[in-house]
């Protein structure tokens, strides 16, 4: 539509003298989608994707323009409770960040750093946070609820307080991951009554509240710690085991030595959970008692000397598929789209196609793929190093080559470009490295590289 268009080249080129009249867009009934046309609107509603097109841009406008009247306008907007989760969820982590926006435009996806200066928002956020409960707390929109917490955690707003135990006590009418949201909040900014919020957190039949809980015992009486972590070690499972691991890495007492001991020699004797696996070495490389690091060496002992991925086989199991997800697509630092296409979901064809990787690889295979790439290489993706008759050398993804032609894919100036190079002037050839970095492990948490592997193995 003419309106969508505009608003695309009135932010992305950017139109700088028309980004005021964009940003006020907000005040205005917004043309609605054909899904969900806005009763009395006179104009012609957009289809769904065009909508999100334009609302996003209007939102975006009034965050890169700043100031106390745009962000004023988005929280109207919000309050409105009209437009698509998505933009609304965004709209609320712009406020909660606004003394300190991420450095790459939402939109573009460019380096575009918005600087603030004198605009602080502090004063007024807690106001804005809790004039929007009522909007941003309706069941079934999790995704705004969850945003919304994290502009209730960013902005200190003490009267949401009770909104977030509410929300939290609120079984069945939001989601577990609102839930968990709510007492990450609490515990994090230790608002009133999170200590009992947590107690009660401990014993919920929720794993992803009760997991929540067990990450947030450190803080507590190590004693009191103590008596609820110990027990999960052996009874729980998956992410609240993980979770009562971690915490135990941060207490300091002996006792949670002596545990620590215990369960790395476990770990030795393979009879540890291999989910957990990780978390166990985490917490107890972060000790300082030498029984502690005697345990490891024994650990270390068992490890074939000849395994490549003995260093890493702690991340083959027990990651979270959801965050493994958000790392593939979102990572500005492995950038794995930029040579790996998934499903109708963008990226590249430089590398394999990775829709169903989860039922060509196991485990291990996708975890060596990651970490030695050279291992390795997929079929069809190798590339080479040609010599030419006249001394030149010419590097690439080998296509295809018959009795006249070797065609190859190579990369010029950022670039990619198709070569056919005459198939006699070749004089020699020899395999190159994988196209695929050595060193993506190293821009990742071992805790990233598990979620990752997980979430690869989940795709079939």
């Known amino acids: 539509s003419i309106v969508a268009e505009a608003a695309r080249a009135i932010y992305d080129v950017p139109i700088l003298s028309a980004m005021e009249a964009l940003a006020v867009r907000l005040e205005r009934p917004l043309p609605g989608n054909t899904e969900r046309p806005l009763p009395g609107n006179t104009e012609r509603p957009l289809p769904a994707a065009e ?112 909104s977030l135990h509410v929300l939290l006590e609120g079984e069945g009418s939001h989601g577990s991951q609102v839930r968990r949201a709510a007492l990450a909040t609490l515990a994090e900014r230790e608002f009133t009554g999170f200590e009992d919020a947590v107690r009660r957190a401990l014993v919920d039949e929720d794993d992803a509240v009760r997991g929540e809980a067990f990450a947030r015992l450190a803080a507590f009486d190590e004693a009191e710690a103590i008596r609820w972590i110990e027990p999960a070690l052996d009874s729980s499972r998956g992410v609240v085991r993980q979770s009562a691991f971690a915490s135990l890495g941060g207490l300091k007492s002996g006792a949670a030595d002596r545990l620590l001991v215990a369960w790395v020699d476990r770990l030795a004797e393979g009879s540890a959970p291999a989910e957990v696996a990780l978390e166990i070495l985490e917490a107890a490389a972060g000790r300082e008692d030498e029984s502690v690091a005697r345990a490891l060496e024994r650990y270390r002992g ?99 080559e018959d009795e006249a032609t070797v065609t190859i894919e190579v990369q010029e100036g950022g670039e990619t470009v198709v070569l056919e190079l005459d198939a006699s002037a070749v004089t020699a050839r020899k395999r190159d490295l994988s196209s695929m970095p050595e060193d993506v492990a190293e821009h990742l948490s071992r805790r990233a590289l598990r979620d990752v592997v997980e979430f690869l193995a989940s795709r079939e």
């Open 51 to 162: 909508y999100l097109y334009l609302t996003r841009r209007a939102v975006c406008a009034n965050r890169k323009l700043g100031g106390e009247a745009c962000a004023r306008r988005i929280v109207a907007w919000l309050r409105g409770g009209d437009g698509p989760e998505a933009a609304r969820a965004e709209a609320l982590d712009f406020l909660a960040r606004w003394a300190d926006p991420l450095e790459r435009d939402p939109v573009t996806g460019e380096y575009a750093p918005v600087h603030r200066g004198g605009d602080d928002l502090s004063p007024i956020l807690p106001e804005l946070a809790a004039s929007l409960r009522a909007a941003c707390t309706v069941p079934g929109s999790g995704r705004v609820t969850r945003a919304w917490i994290r502009l209730v955690g960013a902005s200190g707003a003490e009267a949401c307080v009770p």
């Open 302 to 400: 068992t490890l074939l000397e000849d395994d490549a991925l003995a260093a890493w086989r702690a991340c083959l199991v027990g990651g979270d598929a959801r965050a493994g997800r958000r790392v593939f697509f979102e990572n500005a630092e492995v950038s794995c789209l930029k040579c790996h296409k998934l499903g109708d979901e963008g990226g590249s064809e430089a590398g394999p196609d990775l829709s169903d990787v989860g039922t060509r690889l196991s485990r291990e295979e996708l975890l060596e793929a990651i970490v030695l790439p050279n291992a390795k290489i997929a079929t069809g993706f190798e590339n080479w190093i040609f010599q030419l008759d006249d001394d030149t050398v010419v590097a690439g993804r080998l296509l295809g």
